[in-house]
């Protein structure tokens, strides 16, 4: 395995870009200022078949479709709304691909952080309803047509260095109903979530063929930052300078440099098509490189893993069947 590297997204596409070519590609969160919207116009000079982009409302999706269109006019593109905050508009949204037969490519990079408590339309904490509970639903209804694209294709689920400081409180993910949120460690938790997902979904899946990871994307400033207080900034700051994060463990955390929104994507690219991480399935990315060393103990437990697929189905009320 290679060293982790900060690159741009548009080396990952010159290096193994050729196999993105004629493929269909979903991705959620995708607005102008979005790792998401960057990750859709980096692929497009690859030239895949379509790129499905999903977001609440279109406006968000517009300037990415016509930056698109005015790089690689020959890319297809098709808005899919979507809120991630809302069970039925997962299940609407993936009903209206009916005439899409296979999706080569899905990336999961939809996401809320530090969010002031509030709940899904389900009823849900928020954080963990969007950025963990949605993923497993949507997911779980593409992956017929995931699969149907055979092996190479992929799930890419973005997650956050947030993991390593992150647990599943399984017993109270809601926080009872909010009494004892912090913003913080919900996100935390949401993130912690992610990983263990994809770690029993690769088990789950085998030798399909199909990649699937977890990616941290890095420090990459962009809307997801939008709820932070200047309380927050100020605490987020001060840990910066001090170097005083640990992870759930301990272990020290290195505070990492802010990067570009094309080095957030490239891990992205880097889980869907880097032939030389394909036998790592299941792995936590970090800089384009397996970093399943930087997980806490939490998220490498098997039994997190298990617990937590039981706890989603029944939270959804439906079991997932791989």
């Known amino acids: 395995m290679s060293s982790q590297q900060i690159l741009p997204s548009e080396t990952i596409i010159h290096r193994y870009g050729s196999s993105l070519a004629g493929k269909t590609i979903l991705i959620t969160g995708v607005s102008g200022d979005s790792i998401a919207g ?118 890419i689920i973005v997650a956050s260095s947030a993991a390593r400081s992150g647990k599943v409180h399984f017993e109270d993910v809601g926080f009872s109903e909010g009494k004892t949120y912090d913003p913080l460690v919900a996100y935390n938790q949401s993130n912690a979530a992610r990983v263990l997902f994809v770690k029993a979904l690769a088990e789950k899946l085998g030798d399909q063929g199909i990649r699937v990871f977890s990616i941290d994307p890095g420090a990459v400033q962009s809307g997801l930052q939008r709820h932070f207080t200047p309380e927050f900034q100020a605490m987020v700051a001060g840990a910066m300078a001090s170097g005083g994060l640990v992870d759930l463990d301990g272990r020290p955390i290195e505070m990492p440099p802010w990067t570009t929104k094309s080095e957030g994507a490239a891990t992205i690219i880097t889980g869907m098509i880097d032939p030389t991480i394909q036998g790592h399935n299941g792995a936590f990315l970090h800089n384009n490189a397996v970093a399943n060393d930087e997980l806490n103990s939490h998220t490498r437990n098997h039994d997190n893993q298990v617990k937590l697929w039981e706890l989603s189905e029944q939270m959804l009320h439906e079991p997932f069947a791989v």
């Open 38 to 155: 960057e990750l859709a116009i980096q692929l497009s000079a690859a030239a895949p078949h379509l790129l499905i982009l999903s977001a609440r409302a279109e406006e968000r999706v517009t300037p990415v479709i016509e930056k698109i269109k005015s790089i690689a006019p020959s890319v297809n593109t098709r808005f899919l709304k979507m809120d991630l905050g809302d069970m039925s508009s997962i299940r609407k949204a993936v009903e209206t691909l009916h005439d899409i037969p296979k999706i080569d490519h899905l990336a999961c990079v939809a996401g809320v952080m530090a969010t002031p408590y509030g709940t899904t339309k389900d009823g849900f904490e928020t954080q963990f309803g969007v950025n963990y509970l949605a993923n497993f639903l949507l997911v779980k209804l593409l992956l017929p047509k995931v699969r149907a694209a055979g092996a190479g294709s992929s799930i």
